[in-house]
């Protein structure tokens, strides 16, 4: 269901049903925000990101991450952009995002042809919230109207994109209390790792889960037998720590796939699998839940999005227009 008819049915039954709070409060971001400035904006950002993921598929899936790991970084400001240069440190070389992160070729292409329709209108932080939408429309995702307006930061945050950003080997606990210190709740952070519906993953960053794993969440040898040699095939238990393997059985492909490799116990990373094997927790329903039922997921997604692009954007007179999603103007 698009978002645009959800949004609809809720303000039809008002009466009876209220907006979620990051939608009802009053904020700068909105639909349309460039409908005047720059009315191409999305068919640019799009074409350039359809080009991008016909050319190299895995691009959709490093678009979709970057945003994430910019919005947990002191708010959805493109700080993730922005290179090292005298006199500054920015987050790219953060253990999370170093050797890992990538794509930024990307942002830098739709930039550049944004800012020959629309030079210093659009921020590189709502181009990046826009090319991860298209992201996952163009791997047969669900769609969804953007809210944009943000500004640009012109400061980045090493130590926080060390520490606000989940690690692969993080239990459900650390989990949750992340995402909660980002205002999002643990449905927020189930819906949202289904994002790992498409992608892959280093070596380093699933290596314990294949030889050291333990307990409810070690992988099921009778479900995912084949799965497991063929993982261990390309990391094995030393070296080989940039070999990637696929998130789910479909990584080119936005689906539910990777919920129901969680329900095998059969997910690559320790951080996905503990969403549905830890005993006891609410996460464990609503992953088995949406493995059976990809409407729900595709109508639940789109809402996470938006919950998560709402994280401390800059606005107004906060921040800048970046002329290059790089430097700092």
Known sequence: MRLQVI?????????????????????????GFYAESCPELEKIVYNVMRE???????????????????????????????????????????????????????????????????????????????????????????????????????????SLANSSIPNPASNLTTLVSMFQAQGLSSEDLVVLSGAHTIGFARCTNFKQRLYNQSGTHKPDPNLSFPALLEMKKGCPPFGADNNTHSLDKSPFLFDTSYFEGLVQRAAL?????????????????????????????????????????????????????????????
Request: aromatic share 8%.
């Open 52 to 158: 991008a993921v016909q050319a190299r598929p895995r691009d959709a899936a490093s678009i979709l991450r970057l945003f994430f790991h910019d919005c947990f970084v002191q708010g959805c400001d493109g700080s993730i952009l922005l290179d090292d240069e005298p006199g500054f440190q920015g987050e790219k070389g953060a253990v999370p995002n170093k050797n890992s992160a990538r794509a930024f070729y990307v942002i830098d292409f739709i930039k550049s042809s944004v800012e020959a329709f629309c030079p210093g209108v659009v921020s590189c932080a709502d181009i990046l919230a826009l090319a991860s939408r298209d992201a996952v429309v163009l791997t047969n995702g669900p769609y969804w109207d953007v809210f944009l307006g943000r500004k640009d930061a012109r400061k980045g945050s090493l």
């Open 7 to 31: 949004l609809g049915i809720v303000l039809v039954m008002g009466a009876k049903l209220t907006l979620p709070q990051y939608l009802a409060q009053p904020n700068s971001l909105r639909k």
């Open 269 to 329: 990373l320790n951080s996905d699998q503990v969403l549905q094997s830890t005993i006891g927790s609410p996460t464990t329903s609503l992953v088995e839940s949406l493995a059976n039922d990809q409407t729900a997921f595709f109508d639940k997604f789109p809402l996470a999005m938006i919950k998560m692009g709402n994280i401390s954007p800059l606005t107004g007179s906060k921040g800048e227009i970046r002329r290059n999603c790089r430097v700092r103007n």
